[in-house]
Nanobody
Framework: QVQLVESGGGLVPPGGSLRLSCAVS????????IGWFRQAPGKDREGVSC????????YYAESKKGRFTISGDNAKNTVYLQMDSLQPEDTAVYYC?????????????????WGQGTQVIVSS
């Protein structure tokens, strides 16, 4: 059974950092790409980043380049999202999701299994 479990969210001041984790089970990381998404109150869910562990390819939404870093640990079956220089507009529930494909393919419709989300609040 496929399962994704996020952790690592919390309250952080502007300029701070957090590392989110996505522990997966029911499949191996090198078989499917994993994406990170976020949803702020009143807004649509948006893509943040994606990783294809099989070949190490990573992708970022334009506004996250340079601040966010995605990585994967095959041995731990876990994908991480390191977030630096966080700003209040980064406040959202962050979700990881399993792609239908081995490679990252843009579009939320291409992700089929989702975690429960972890809340990130950036506030002083």
């Amino acid at each position: 059974q496929v399962q994704l479990v996020e952790s690592g969210g919390g309250l952080v001041p502007p300029g701070g950092s957090l590392r989110l984790s996505c522990a997966v089970s029911g499949f191996t990381l090198d078989s499917r790409a994993i994406g990170w998404f976020r949803q702020a109150p009143g807004k649509d869910r948006e893509g943040v980043s994606c990783i294809s562990v099989s070949d190490g390819a990573t992708y970022y939404a334009e506004s996250k380049k340079g601040r966010f870093t995605i990585s994967g640990d095959n041995a731990k079956n876990t994908v991480y999202l390191q977030m630096d220089s966080l700003q209040p507009e980064d406040t959202a529930v962050y979700y990881c999701a399993l792609s239908r494909f081995t490679m990252c393919v843009s579009g939320i419709e291409n992700f089929e299994s989702w975690g429960q989300g972890t809340q990130v609040i950036v506030s002083s």
